[in-house]
């Protein structure tokens, strides 16, 4: 090979000014949508992180509610007119949002049989202290309500249905009979609120399954 041909072959072109303007354009064109492309993406991570952040502080939040709803809940039973929590006392404040009928019918007919003949409510007291209604609801509370609806300025017999509706045995009816009660004139505000309080408290619990929490304490 000779000397002319192997400088020959090392030199290449200059490129023409065409081709010189064709790539400047192409580049000055790409530019702005590569500018645009890194400008999106910095955005994206910068909402990304601010949606981690924002999450981040909600869940700490709901935790620090979640505690502060279970602290409320667990006082709220331990302040109940009781010596002790029991599992009988348990259950019956979280009473079940849908009552099962029971199998012993007895309680209700003799309810229903008992009219508003006072003496024979009061029997029923005696006789079905636990007893339920074909709906599965507690008696006692209705019983007392009847007992107060004859006299709803009489404080003792609002007192004992307000201990029986609202403590002793709460159930899905319990706010429909206060409504009934205060507009014949009973004052229950007191009751309204200890009502509402506990119903807060069992809202938590109800988020949970309250067996795990049964299972813990019994």
């Not at 009928?101 to 202290?129: F, M, N, Q, T, W």
Request: net charge neutral; aromatic share 8%.
């Amino acid at each position: 090979m000779t000397e002319s041909s192997f400088s020959s072959s090392k030199t290449r072109p200059a490129p023409s000014p065409r081709r010189l303007r064709a790539f400047w354009h192409g580049v000055l064109f790409l530019l702005p949508i590569l500018l645009l492309a890194g400008i999106g993406l910095r955005g994206l991570q910068s909402e990304r992180l601010a949606v981690l952040e924002a999450a981040r502080l909600r869940t700490k939040e709901l935790c620090e509610r979640i505690a502060q709803d279970f602290e409320a809940a667990y006082k709220t039973i331990l302040e109940q007119p009781h010596t002790e929590v029991t599992k009988d006392h348990w259950d019956a404040f979280l009473y079940p949002p849908a009552p099962k009928p029971p199998e012993d019918l007895a309680p209700s007919i003799a309810y229903e049989a008992a009219g508003d003949d006072e003496e024979k409510l009061r029997a029923l007291l005696v006789e079905y202290p636990l007893g339920r209604l074909a709906s599965g609801l507690p008696l006692a509370p209705f019983v007392h309500y009847r007992l107060a609806l004859g006299n709803p300025m009489a404080p003792q017999r609002v007192a004992a249905f307000v201990q029986s509706a609202v403590q002793d045995a709460p159930s899905v009816i319990t706010p429909r009979l206060l409504d009934v009660l205060e507009k014949h004139g009973a004052v229950l505000s007191d009751a309204r609120a200890i009502w509402e309080r506990e119903e807060r408290a069992r809202s938590v619990l109800w988020r949970y399954d309250e067996n795990i929490f049964s299972k813990s304490i019994f």
